[in-house]
Structures are given as C-alpha cells and as structure tokens.
C-alpha cells in the first residue's frame, strides 16, 4: 500500500457510509420529534470538514449551499440540521462505538503495515476541558502508520498519566504483525513490551528516568561497552539544521537489566545537536532507548525519526490544518467524537493522490469541486 497507489477493486469500493451504517443513534428515534437521522449528519459532518469547515456553524452553512448535492446520497427530507443539533449529537454519540467503527474502516485499509513504522503518542485535546465543571481536557492515545500515514486506531484517557494503562488496549485493536512499534518514555513498560512481542511485532522505547535505575543502566553501558554501530544523519528544514549521531550496543552482557525484558536486543543513544537559523541558537539533546531490533545505527536512525511522523503529520495537521485545539467543545463526548471525524478527514485526504496538492489546497478544491470531493469521499 506505498503511497496508496495500488488500489484493488475491494479497497476502491470502502466507502464512509457503508462502515458506518451500523453505528447505534443514541437518541430516541421513537418519540418525539426525529428529523435529522445520524447517517444524513456524519455523512454531512466528514463532507464539510473534508471541504474546509472547522465548526458546526460552518457545517451547518455548508451544506445549505450542498443540500442538492448531499441529496444525491441521502435523502434530506428535513434539510440540513442546525449547528445546535449537530453539537448535541456528537456530544450524546457514543465515542467508542464510533471509534469502533472508525478502526473497522482503517483495518481494510492497512492490511499492508507489516514492516512499518507504528508510533504511539498522546494528544491532549485543548479547550475541550471545563473549569466550572471539574472536567479535565481529554487526552488520546493514538496509533499511526508512519509509512501509509494512516492513524490506526486511538484510545481516550483523561489524563496524561493514564497513557500507561491506555497502550496495552490500543494495541489489542489492530493486526502488528512485522511492525515496529516505537513510543516515547511514557510507555516504555515491560509489560508493554511484552505486549508487543505477543503481537509479534518488535519494539523501540525511549528511556527517561520513569524506569527505576534502567536510564543509569544505560548510561554506564555506553561508558564502559563496546558500541558496534554508528551513523550520522543531517537534516534540513523548517529553519533548522539538525545533526543526529546514532550510537548502537548489542553486547549486553554488562546490562543489569537486561532479563528484566524480554527480546531486549539493542540499546540506543541518539546525540541530537539542533540549530534554529532565526535565533541563531544551537541546542543539544541526548536520547535514549532499548529495542528488539537487532539493527545499524543507520537503520535505527531512520526508524527514530520516522516515529516523529505522528508529531510532525498526525498532531500538527490536527492542529493547525483542522484547527482542533482552537475548537470550543466542550459537552459531553463532542471533543472526542470531532477528533474521530478529523482523523477521518485527514486519512481520506492523504489516500487522495489522483492530483499533486498539498491538504489545504485539496480541502479548498473540494469545497469548490463537487467531483473532487466525491474522489476524496470514495462515494
């Protein structure tokens, strides 16, 4: 599935509305006053969103100006509901039948991960909090395709601390088979290591001082092992040049810690020297990690920075291309379920590729193009 170019006939015919049809409405559709039903609001809600809206209001407005085209999908008897309905549905929707059904829809389409980059990272969803209520932001747990760039699947914490016990259940969810999961200090637990060894999949877990003495154990090994791989890698970009030395032991007869985890392999140092063009400033970093890779420092480079993808694609095209964190939505499950659609919207605009256009300009060209966001939408 590189670059989403060879699309077979199954992968051709997914469509948003047929992995969605079974998600249960959690309103009462048998009394009262029932206009608008869920699969006519979330087909409205992923168009408008793929399209440029940011809000409800913009949702709402959008398709008033599509509702003929809307109805080429769905019948619309009612027209288009308001921004007030379409907060309180995704506030009262359940989250996780929902994201249920979002995974579903990413399985077919990453049956071809193995042997790809999978980074595990947190997201805490601003201003999705609420002072007056004690309610504290939400934070999600997500899973991403480096390669693909498909987000595989997220959990929902309500704290940061709470990633610990959220990693184990995300990596329930989807076939690792071959992969190689990297997360950052938070999650670098034996028991998910562990974890990720059952799926039959490796891992690569940077280390801080959250694992009793295990980031001593590693410094002392680099001063007294032998290192048997290094490489030096230079980037260029976003005003910066960065110059990653990767340093590699796989002797680790002098680790103490080794028999604490299983399959360990490898441990890593990475001496990160990063200097910012604008400020004329250079800042140095080192880093470290264990692995149940048996890699070169030149591999375990491209791997270390290929985990950066769900920072650098995944959270920054949520917050600045989505504008997620400026987002007021803070009833019920609103936040949660928006960031769902978002990750939808962002996963049908990279399988996109019948044009060479940067995301913002293929939301632009799909809220002027009908066709264009029929392509997107696979409909």
Known sequence: MKNFKAQNNTERNISFKSHFSTLTDSRRTNKGNFFYPLQEILFLTISAVISGADNWTMIQEFGNSKLDWLRKFFPFNNGVPSHDVLGK??????????????VNWINILSKHIMGQVVAIDGKTICRSGSKSNFKSAFHVVSAYASESRLCLGQKIVDEK????????????????KGCIVTIDAMGCQTEIAETILKNKANYLLMVKGNQGNLKEQVEKLFKIGQISSTQTQVDFGHGRIENRACHVITDLQFFDDKENWQGLNSIIRIDAERHD??????????RYYISSLNQSAEQF???????????????????????????????????????IILKLALAMLEREKSRKLSKPVKRLTAALDDKYRERILNC
């Open 161 to 176: 601390s709470n990633e610990i016990t959220a990693i184990p259940e995300l990596l329930k969810i989807f076939d690792l």
């Open 277 to 286: 063009k604008a400020t004329d400033k250079t800042s140095v970093e080192t």
């Open 89 to 102: 549905v995704f506030a009262r929707l359940n989250h996780e039948k929902f994201s249920q059904c979002f």
């Open 301 to 339: 480079n491209q791997i270390i920075r290929q985990h950066w993808t769900i920072e650098n694609n995944l959270h920054w095209s949520l917050d600045f291309l989505f504008k997620e964190d400026y987002s007021l939505k803070k009833k019920g499950n609103s936040a949660i379920n928006y960031n």
